[in-house]
């Protein structure tokens, strides 16, 4: 079986989010927000924000269950390998779920333009 999930968000939306702490705590986990911390400019920040975020999305929609049905958005931890290749980390119920649909392997892409954060994750 293969799952595919897919989003795409404004990176504009997470300029005014960036110094929301609730926001921020709520959706990464803390090893994400010291990746994100890692940048000096708004923009960085604000774009590295808006690519975890549509992973994150991509991710439960890969699952089939959205972030509305017992997975919490710190569940799904999006940090870069070694080579700076996004990988997915699973904790929680969002771990459970995974080994209940008997997936093995999962992979992640996510892109930024301009204005557009992208990301899909793949997994059979």
């Not at 269950?65 to 699973?90: A, Q, Y």
Request: glycine share 8%; charged share 25%.
């Amino acid at each position: 079986m293969m799952k595919v999930g897919i989003d795409i968000v404004e990176i504009s939306r997470f300029l005014n989010k960036m110094n929301d702490s609730a926001f921020v705590t709520r959706i990464f986990t803390k090893r994400e927000r010291e990746h994100i911390a890692e940048l000096n400019s708004v923009e960085g920040v604000a774009e590295r924000m808006a690519g975890k975020f549509a992973a994150k999305e991509a991710v439960a929609k890969m699952l089939g269950t959205g972030l509305d049905k017992g997975i919490k958005w710190t569940d799904i931890e999006i940090l870069p390998d070694p080579l700076g290749k996004p990988t997915l980390n699973l904790i929680g119920f969002a771990s459970e779920y995974f080994d209940a649909l008997k997936l093995k392997e999962v992979d992640i892409s996510i892109s930024h333009s301009g204005t557009q954060a992208i990301a899909i994750c793949v997994a059979i």
